[in-house]
């Protein structure tokens, strides 16, 4: 269908006509479904709200995981969010824009699907974030941010064990709730990095990886975790395929593989097909939060 073929050949032989108007309604989600299984064919956690589409549009009862993520449904559906609570060592005063984010980011690790933060310029991304990490936590940032991190962690939440891992006497420290390293040592020190099972991992200036080929990304991806968050102004500076590495280290599967992604959304969107873009705003809306100034102006 994908194709444009009008037929399909049938394993014992012959051919069989292929369902060509239902596919013009129903045909993306499918593929969708069909892209992110992983190995053992199995769907994660983050394509269950598109299975969940699927079935109301074909008035079919949802497979018992939908239930799994149905709070998030329920969130994306209504567009409100369940307050979170904040730290009990927070020390600091948070914007309304900035509770939302903290919000969104708790309503989405809780599903246990990952996070892409994509506020403009000085808009309090690292406090939100800190406001919403659990458990053993990996930060990886660019070497000048570095200091910013460890600052901020004193100012916001000044109980957190945290650590550096920098320098040329670094060492793990599995003791610490977060340890902030560089981009630069996540491509020396990959293997060991991607030994622990963190709880969290946040990639501030996650434009770092927006080529997938680079060697850093390619570290990023390897990393281990039950929530991924990756922190970004715009997620997109000059080609599609740099939201698509995002996602593909937040919720990998979620857009495909990178030919898939290419051949369904970037280059129908770069020919201004009808519907592919709104496709693609639909399939990454839940996962994506961005304001901008102007947005939350009131707030400031």
Not at 1 to 26: K, M, N, T
Not at 72 to 77: K, M, Q, R, T
Not at 111 to 128: F, I, N, P, W, Y
């Amino acid at each position: 269908w994908l194709g444009g073929q009008d037929l399909v050949p049938l394993d014992g032989g012959g051919f069989a006509p292929i369902p060509s108007e239902w596919l013009e309604r129903h045909g993306h989600r499918v593929a969708d479904l069909l892209a992110a299984r992983d190995a053992e064919r199995a769907l994660p956690r983050y394509a269950l709200p598109t299975l969940a589409a699927l079935c109301e549009e074909l008035d079919l009862p949802a497979p018992p995981a939908v239930n799994a993520v149905q709070s998030l449904l329920d969130v994306f559906a209504g567009d409100t969010l369940p307050a979170a609570a904040l730290p009990s060592d927070f020390s600091g005063e948070l914007r309304p824009y900035q509770q939302t984010g903290v919000d969104w980011l708790c309503a989405l690790r809780s599903a246990r699907v990952g996070a892409v933060l994509a506020d403009d310029m000085g808009l309090g991304k690292t406090v939100q974030a800190l406001c919403a990490l659990s458990g053993r936590t990996l930060v990886v940032c660019p070497t000048s941010v570095l200091p910013t991190w460890l600052a901020e962690i004193r100012r916001f939440r000044p109980q957190i064990r945290f650590a550096s891992y920098h320098g040329a006497g670094r060492a793990l420290d599995a003791d610490v709730d977060v340890t902030i390293t560089t981009y630069a040592l996540l491509r020396i020190e990959q293997k060991r990095l991607a030994a622990v099972d963190w709880d969290t991992v946040i990639l501030d200036e996650a434009q770092m990886i927006k080529n997938h080929d680079s060697q850093v990304a390619r570290a990023a991806h390897r990393l281990r975790a039950a929530f991924r968050v990756t922190l970004s102004g715009p997620p997109v500076e000059n080609r599609l395929e740099e939201l698509w590495s995002q996602f593909h280290f937040t919720n990998p599967g979620l857009l495909g593989e990178r030919a898939q992604f290419q051949k369904r959304y970037a280059r129908p969107i770069a020919r201004q097909e009808p519907g592919a873009a709104e496709r693609l705003a639909e399939k990454i809306r839940p996962f994506l939060l961005r304001r901008w100034k102007e947005d939350v102006e009131p707030d400031l």
